[in-house]
């Protein structure tokens, strides 16, 4: 019997950090997406962003409450203390990268992509600065190199605010396993509102030179695309060998 919720506890442990995974790949799809100035792609990646949130949300918190249940039981069972820890969940193999790519302090750099996110720079102190969001200075005398430059050191810093939120959702994951000291489904709904104010304000900044925005797409492919590209293969090769033997059945 405690075996098989030993097993059940590492079955939804895994669950719930791989959610956390998929959750942070989409928004580092949508980063991708930017970094190859292809509009049409973001909004495809934030559609996929919206849907997969919304399952995550549903998974995780039916998930975390039996866990936490299986972890009381254990705690007041014949094995009294052993599931008491709450990093007792580390001890199963996650084969992901939840575990392996935090960097700390991330907290700091978090509220920096947030306050970012709605329109302010915030500087090494802390404190926030007005952004130059509307273009190079002398915009009448800016040439087509000034804006291009000032657009890639945009984008860069959209897809920086990004990647910060890609990391705190795994963050955020690790710390409702571990500790239970967030409500991960309000973190799923907080990331989703501010990927979309970065989307939005990407968008400004494509919007004031779209010409300009066309002319650089495809310089940077994602790389999420060409893997996708190859699994439809695997799949389309799979479906015409199956064809290929039902006709060979049929023929017999």
Known sequence: M???ASLRVRELTQNIYDIGDEIAQYINNV??????????????CMEELHEIIAEG???????LVELNGLRQAFIS?????QMSNPSASMTFDHPGRTLTF???PFSQRYAQAV????GAHVSGDGSAAPGQDEG?????????????????????????????????IVEQTQRALESQSVLLQQSFSQAERSVATIVEQWKHMVNLQPTLAADMR?????????ERARVDEIVAKLARAKRAGETSNAAV
Do not use: K
């Open 102 to 104: 935090l960097h700390a």
């Open 2 to 4: 405690h075996y098989n």
């Open 31 to 44: 980063a991708q997406a930017m970094n190859d100035w292809d509009v049409e792609l973001v909004d495809d």
């Open 218 to 226: 495809g310089e940077n492919p994602p790389a999420f695309l060409e």
């Open 77 to 81: 069972g014949i094995r009294a203390g």
């Open 136 to 168: 190079p200075a002398n915009q009448s005398m800016a040439s087509t190199a000034a804006w291009r430059m000032w657009m890639r050191q945009r984008n860069e810093r959209c897809t920086s605010e990004l990647y910060d939120l890609e990391e705190w």
């Open 115 to 118: 306050a970012e996110a709605h």
């Open 57 to 63: 949300r549903a998974e995780v918190r039916p998930g």
